[in-house]
């Protein structure tokens, strides 16, 4: 699902960087650390590497491991890919528990976790719903038969997800329901992309997907500089920085795949009680912590629980930490996050 990237960073995005015309004379001559950035589509959206490393070949390898382990999970988790384990799962809803990967079953049992302490605001199960409203590659903007979303709502329940690691299946317990892990399985891709490359000796890097990062290591040995996205501003345009190091950084935005009709924006982060584009009052959530993939659903849910109830809920779990841009343009900070986070101007502002 293509996603405007929400991060705009402090380095240069090249393709490579290859030694000075001096080194590569010299063969035998020390290479010094340099960026090595390598990008292509993954997962619908664009998957962009980068190492500080001064060994470019190594990298190079890392990077091709990362990339097929993205299309591995692709082949497992995606709703688009005819065979998937989240296709076989949704065919055999109220029928029969299907048997399913060990990384299909985490990353359920993530959003399950995500469910819970969103009180069920985010919700795996929201599947039965993606056919309606489209946000994906099939945007018309056009609202759908909003008789016929309501009629479905009640097929919306991760409480009817069951997950069974001593049988190794999954069952979505009503007929009809349909699991959708757009929310939360590039978060967990980012994570094998994370332990692959350090478990091949990279560890100052950089992995995107969409609007997922983590930073690791240090980037010509200071912390890596990462910039939230203006929800309402140009493409590409931040409006708070900060330095990060072996953490995640994840976004949600209702900028990035929406239309506006009748001075409402519709975008594409669907509350699951209502059925409709979320109006809980944010703008953008940005959630910071030590796993892509909790950060991937709770960005999301705290998107739909809204500023009050998405800030307490934050606060309330060790290690996370978040900044909210509100429809009002208030900009919302965990405490932690004071002396670290630099403002460097208001979020733009508009009508909707």
């Known amino acids: 699902m293509p996603l405007r990237t929400a991060l705009r960073f402090a380095l240069p995005l090249c393709a490579l960087?290859?030694?000075?015309?001096?080194?590569?004379?010299?063969?035998?001559?020390?290479?010094?650390?340099?960026?090595?950035?390598?990008?292509?589509?993954?997962?619908?959206?664009?998957?962009?590497?980068?190492?500080?490393t001064a060994d470019p070949q190594a990298a190079d390898g890392a990077f091709a491991a990362v990339f097929?382990?993205?299309?591995?999970?692709?082949?497992?988790?995606?709703?688009?890919?005819?065979?998937?384990?989240?296709?076989?799962?949704?065919?055999?809803?109220?029928?029969?528990?299907?048997?399913?990967?060990d990384d299909v079953r985490r990353v359920l049992r993530a959003a399950s976790q995500v469910?819970?302490?969103t009180g069920g605001k985010f919700d795996v199960t929201f599947g039965v719903?993606?056919?309606l409203w489209r946000f994906d590659h099939d945007q018309d903007n056009r609202l759908p038969d909003m008789d016929r979303v309501r009629s479905l709502l009640p097929l919306i329940d991760y409480r009817a997800l069951l997950i069974d690691d001593t049988a190794r299946t999954i069952f979505l317990q009503k007929k009809g329901m349909r699991a959708h892990l757009g929310g939360i399985g590039k978060g967990y891709a980012v994570d094998r992309a994370v332990a692959i490359l350090r478990g091949r000796g990279i560890n100052d890097f950089m992995v995107q997907a969409g609007g997922d990062l983590y930073l690791s290591g240090l980037k010509d040995g200071r912390p890596w500089r990462v910039g939230i996205q203006d929800p309402r501003?140009?493409?590409?345009?931040?409006?708070?920085?900060?330095?990060?190091?072996?953490?995640?950084?994840?976004?949600?935005?209702?900028?990035?795949?929406?239309?506006?009709?009748?001075?409402?924006r519709y975008h594409h982060i669907i509350d699951p009680e209502t059925g409709e584009p979320s109006r809980a009052g944010c703008r953008s959530v940005t959630i910071l912590t030590s796993s892509a993939t909790l950060a991937d659903g709770l960005s999301t849910g705290v998107f739909l629980l809204g500023p009050e109830k998405g800030m307490a809920l934050v606060q309330r779990l060790p290690d996370v930490e978040a900044v909210i841009v509100t429809t009002t343009n208030s900009v919302l900070t965990t405490p932690r996050l004071k002396g670290r986070l630099t403002l460097q101007a208001p979020p733009t502002d508009a009508p909707f």
């Not at 080194?23 to 980068?50: F, K, N, Y």
């Not at 688009?80 to 055999?92: E, F």
Request: aromatic content about 8%.
């Open 68 to 101: 097929t382990e993205f299309d591995r999970l692709d082949a497992l988790m995606s709703v688009w890919k005819p065979g998937s384990d989240i296709d076989r799962v949704n065919a055999a809803a109220g029928e029969h528990a299907v048997a399913a990967s």
């Open 233 to 264: 501003g140009p493409a590409g345009s931040t409006f708070a920085a900060i330095d990060l190091t072996d953490s995640t950084f994840s976004t949600s935005g209702d900028y990035e795949r929406f239309f506006i009709q009748n001075s409402r």
């Open 129 to 131: 719903l993606s056919g």
């Open 17 to 52: 960087v290859v030694a000075c015309g001096s080194c590569a004379r010299d063969r035998g001559a020390a290479r010094h650390p340099s960026l090595v950035t390598r990008a292509r589509v993954a997962m619908g959206s664009e998957l962009r590497l980068t190492a500080w």
């Open 115 to 117: 469910s819970e302490w």
